[in-house]
């Protein structure tokens, strides 16, 4: 239940490309889901969050679009860029005595070539 | 450069060593969280700090690791007698109270021979 589930483990897009990566949840109890992006060497960055009472969320080029029913979300890379390469993780954050444990997907390795 | 730092940031030491990796949060920050990470995977929780309190240790945190967080300023993660499974990346993450964002530090990477 304390799970995240995430994929793909890996996804080629063309520069330009929409790239979409998927997470899927099965505690309810989860009331915060960051996505973060990873380069090599480098600690996780956040990218963009999302609570459970909004279905999506618009940052710039990255979008989080929420099920809460179906317990999946998933973020949206519009006009993929080869620097958006990049390792992403999903996660879930179980508010636990105030603060926020994240859960993390295994992470999606993104390759844009241009 | 404001943001979390860890040191060192790569370490080798010999199987049964004890080895001790620090992290300097966001001044301001309250909380600190320690993740380990191994290859190809996500990063996993091992413990949380609030101020220099230590409120939640994961069962990942074998009785040979140990952490602190003296005046709830750096924090230090300790390993004693180190295995070849422990090698890993070490993250720190630092975040305030609201709104609780964690923010990480590069990470120690450890490897144990």
């Known amino acids: 239940q304390q799970q995240v589930k995430q994929s793909p483990q890996s996804l080629i897009v063309q520069k330009g490309g929409i790239s979409i990566i998927n997470c899927a949840y099965e505690n309810t109890a989860f009331d915060y889901f960051p996505w973060y992006q990873q380069f090599p060497g480098k600690g996780p960055a956040l990218l963009i969050a999302i609570r459970p009472d909004v279905s999506e969320k618009k940052e710039g080029r990255f979008t989080i679009s929420f099920n809460k029913s179906a317990k999946q979300f998933s973020l949206h890379i519009m006009d993929s860029q080869p620097g958006d390469s990049a390792t992403y993780f999903c996660?879930?954050?179980?508010?636990?005595?105030?603060?926020?444990?994240?859960?993390f997907g295994a992470g999606t390795r993104l390759a844009v070539h241009p | 450069d404001t943001g979390v730092s860890q040191d060192p940031r790569h370490k080798i030491t010999k199987r049964g060593q004890n080895v001790t990796f620090r992290c300097d949060p966001i001044?301001?920050?309250?909380?600190l969280y320690w993740y380990r990470q191994t290859l190809g995977q996500g990063p996993e929780f091992l413990t949380y700090f609030q101020n220099e309190a230590q409120l939640e240790k994961s069962r990942l945190l074998s009785d040979r690791f140990s952490a602190e967080r003296p005046k709830g300023s750096f924090s230090t993660l300790e390993i004693q007698r180190t295995e070849q499974g422990d090698s890993a990346m070490y993250l720190c993450?630092?975040?305030?109270?609201?709104?609780?964002?964690?923010?990480f530090g590069p990470g120690t990477r450890l490897t144990v021979l």
């Open positions: 993450a630092s975040s305030f109270a609201s709104p609780d964002t964690q923010y």
């Open positions: 001044s301001e920050h309250n909380r």
């Open positions: 996660a879930a954050s179980l508010q636990a005595g105030g603060y926020n444990k994240l859960i």
